[in-house]
């Protein structure tokens, strides 16, 4: 049994070379005889007991790297050279054929004369990852898509920047390399505590979660950002981000906001909790609306206790086995559950959550979502609309990412193309003809023609971007966005093509359901009996419904602002219009009766009353109004009145005419008692 005193220095050394990794080779250039270490195999795809000689190693690298490295080895074999050996290159495995990326490096060893090579030893070095990596990166950083930045936490400058990052922001390379800009300048105040929580969950996880921020650009302006990154390392101050620019998500959303608020008196506006676990199941994130339907910070709702402790006590074990089922198969989660409310209430939910995975398949976290189906589930009524609106804007950022090799006319795609398309891994081909045959026949001509043209477009745009249909796995076809971005070689020729497909098809139903909204609102207003307005907080009018024109007579352009005092009584005018102005800036409730000309010349009473509609920070935003035509019921309280009156008159005359004839009575009385 060899010992330390009696183990060569050889083989010491050979023992350290094998504990790092590294394989080693010796090579007779007289006899041919080539020497290989286990390790060296291995990188070779061979067995321990494969024989190996010079023509035996050339044919286990790739066919494009076997004329270089032969090259270089006789250049190192040469006796003018200087003996020097080391190159990068392919293995294509032996008996695996597994490719890997090899550093190898040696040195040759010669007779006294130095006339001929007697020896040539060396290593080699497994760098596939590290390749692998920096291939990656590359392409990242030549993606106009992604923002890609580069930080110190110290200083708080960002060191480094791609192209994609200083378009979001209006910054320079020069601004960042000068210093005159760090991330806090570009930071608006009221998010400096949301970043300082994101960094010191950086430093105590090495991870910056995705989340949402916004970007003062250089010019001032504001752009929403989506931002997420890591630590160069554990324990560095350095570190890396990816940011996507959020803005035409957010005007989507914002629009989509606007419309809701104006129709929130008869839609049923679907609350929705989303949460982020890791592969094991436990919690790392809570958005707002879980705070604020449960009463518990994201710091309490950590773990994986706190959910299913909130869950109604019949709901509970069966949720739990749902949930493992999905941590260990990796299936789709979906199931209904009652939660309980901070107010003790419970509400029915529709919880579900899909796993995202890395290129590998690999399981990272669970995106989740619960949507609040309480009222669905007392009414049977479908409100699907909402919770698609969601499940959009969770799955925002899930594109189908693709690269296409135009010389070789191969495309590889992320996990996407599985997650939200359908296609399992082996069904997806590797060409560019592939992906032409599942887009639509009426779109696929329009859509090849136009990414030829900005492929064969030379030094002119390199961008291109179209709407289609996509066929999915099960034939049905998603409404997509496409996005490319077409890179060239140094002599200007097309090489590259990276792009994104995001599937809109929720969007574009929702676009359809909110003008189907508008329509029906559209037609409910111009159709009821009342006379329909909505103004804006300070009381200018910006629309009618058909029943004010038709009985007025008027035209929008007549009555926009506060032209609707052309159409009010003149005695009561003035007085109209100084109660509203008192009204407006009160911001509640209001009715008031005054008479208003019809287009017939002829005025009729009207009761009007107005309700504050506000914003979800109670902000008002606009108010609605309706016009209730009374003049029957104002003619008929008149009636009363002069009714009422003129009983009044009698009832006083006939007491009167009864006075005296009391009178009189007792007169004649007290002259009769005299006689």
Request: glycine letters at 8%; one cysteine or more.
């Given at each position: 049994m060899p010992t330390l005193e009696n183990t060569s220095d050889f083989e010491r050394l050979q023992t350290a070379v094998d504990a790092a990794g590294v394989g080693t080779w010796d090579l007779n250039p007289i006899t041919g005889e080539l020497l290989w270490s286990t390790r060296c195999k291995e990188?070779?795809?061979?067995?321990?007991?494969?024989?190996?000689?010079?023509?035996?190693?050339l044919e286990g690298l790739h066919p494009d790297d076997r004329a270089t490295t032969d090259a270089i080895v006789q250049q190192a074999l040469d006796p003018k050279g200087n003996g020097e050996y080391n190159i990068e290159y392919r293995t294509i495995g032996l008996e695996d054929k597994k490719l890997r990326w090899v550093q190898a490096t040696g040195r040759a060893f010669f007779n006294q004369d130095r006339t001929q090579a007697i020896r040539f030893i060396g290593t080699v070095t497994d760098v596939t990852e590290s390749r692998r990596r920096d291939l990656h990166l590359g392409r990242l950083l030549e993606s106009d898509l992604i923002g890609i930045i580069f930080w110190n936490l110290d200083t708080q400058r960002i060191t480094e920047a791609n192209n994609a990052f200083l378009k979001i922001v209006g910054y320079s390379r020069e601004d960042l390399q000068a210093g005159r800009v760090n991330w806090k300048q570009m930071t608006p105040p009221e998010l400096e505590a949301l970043d300082a929580s994101v960094i010191k969950e950086l430093e105590q996880t090495g991870v910056q979660r995705a989340h949402e921020k916004v970007y003062?650009?250089?010019?001032?302006?504001?752009?929403?950002?989506?931002?997420?990154?890591?630590?160069?390392?554990?324990?560095?101050?350095?570190?890396?981000?990816?940011?996507?620019?959020?803005?035409?998500?957010?005007?989507?959303?914002?629009?989509?906001?606007?419309?809701?608020?104006?129709?929130?008196?008869?839609?049923?506006?679907?609350?929705?909790?989303?949460?982020?676990?890791?592969?094991?199941?436990?919690?790392?994130?809570f958005n707002q609306r879980w705070i604020d339907y449960t009463g518990y910070d994201v710091a309490q709702s950590r773990?994986?206790?706190?959910?299913?402790?909130?869950l109604h006590p019949d709901d509970q074990e069966r949720s739990r086995?749902?949930?493992?089922?999905?941590?260990?198969?990796?299936?789709?989660?979906?199931?209904?559950?009652?939660?309980?409310?901070?107010?003790?209430?419970?509400?029915?939910?529709?919880?579900?959550?899909?796993?995202?995975?890395?290129?590998?398949?690999?399981?990272?976290?669970w995106f989740g979502s619960c949507t609040d189906i309480d009222e669905q589930k007392r009414t049977e009524a479908?409100?699907?609309?909402?919770?698609?609106?969601?499940?959009?804007?969770?799955?925002?950022?899930?594109?189908?990412?693709?690269?296409?090799?135009?010389?070789?006319?191969?495309?590889?795609?992320?996990?996407?193309?599985?997650?939200?398309?359908?296609?399992?891994?082996?069904?997806?081909?590797?060409?560019?003809?592939?992906?032409?045959?599942?887009?639509?026949?009426?779109?696929?001509?329009?859509?090849?023609?136009g990414i030829h043209e900005i492929i064969d477009n030379g030094g002119g745009n390199k961008s291109w971007q179209d709407e289609y249909r996509y066929r999915?796995?099960?034939?049905?076809?998603?409404?997509?966005?496409?996005?490319?971005?077409?890179?060239?070689?140094?002599?200007?020729?097309?090489?590259?093509?990276?792009?994104a497909m995001q599937d809109i098809t929720e969007y574009r139903k929702a676009e359809t359901a909110l003008r189907q909204r508008e329509e029906e609102f559209t037609t409910l207003a111009d159709n009821m009996a009342q006379l329909a307005w909505m103004s804006q907080p300070d009381g200018h009018i910006y629309w009618y419904n058909q029943r004010w024109y038709d009985y007025t007579g008027t035209t929008f352009e007549e009555m926009e602002g506060w032209g609707w005092e052309k159409v009010h009584h003149p005695a009561h005018a003035a007085q109209v219009v100084e109660f509203v102005k008192a009204a407006w800036p009160a911001g509640k409730p209001w009715e008031l009766t005054f008479p208003l000309r019809g287009k017939d010349g002829n005025y009729r009473w009207f009761l009007t009353r107005a309700v504050p509609m506000r914003d979800a920070e109670g902000q008002l935003v606009r108010w609605l109004g309706t016009n209730t035509d009374i003049t029957e019921q104002k003619q008929l309280q008149e009636q009363l009145e002069r009714s009422y009156a003129d009983l009044e008159a009698k009832v006083m005359f006939r007491t009167l005419d009864l006075e005296h004839q009391v009178q009189d009575l007792q007169r004649r009385l007290a002259e009769a008692t005299q006689r």
């Open positions: 990188l070779f795809g061979a067995s321990p007991s494969t024989p190996i000689d010079y023509q035996r190693f003062l650009r250089k010019d001032g302006t504001r752009v929403p950002v989506l931002l997420g990154g890591a630590l160069a390392e554990p324990g560095s101050r350095d570190g890396v981000s990816f940011c996507l620019d959020l803005t035409a998500q957010k005007e989507v959303e914002a629009q989509l906001a606007t419309r809701e608020a104006e129709f929130r008196f008869v839609i049923e506006f679907l609350p929705q909790m989303i949460w982020l676990t890791d592969p094991q199941g436990y919690h790392t994130f773990g994986t206790q706190m959910w299913n402790d909130l086995e749902r949930w493992n089922h999905s941590l260990t198969t990796g299936e789709f989660y979906e199931i209904e559950y009652r939660f309980k409310a901070k107010d003790g209430s419970y509400h029915w939910f529709l919880g579900q959550a899909m796993p995202v995975k890395d290129e590998a398949g690999n399981i990272t976290q479908t409100l699907r609309w909402s919770e698609q609106r969601y499940e959009l804007a969770s799955l925002a950022t899930n594109d189908a990412i693709w690269d296409w090799d135009l010389e070789t006319q191969s495309v590889t795609w992320n996990a996407a193309i599985t997650r939200v398309f359908g296609y399992a891994p082996d069904a997806v081909e590797q060409t560019a003809q592939w992906w032409y045959d599942h887009i639509h026949p009426d779109d696929a001509e329009r859509i090849v023609h999915r796995a099960d034939g049905s076809y998603a409404q997509v966005l496409d996005r490319g971005y077409v890179a060239c070689n140094e002599e200007g020729k097309a090489v590259r093509m990276i792009g």
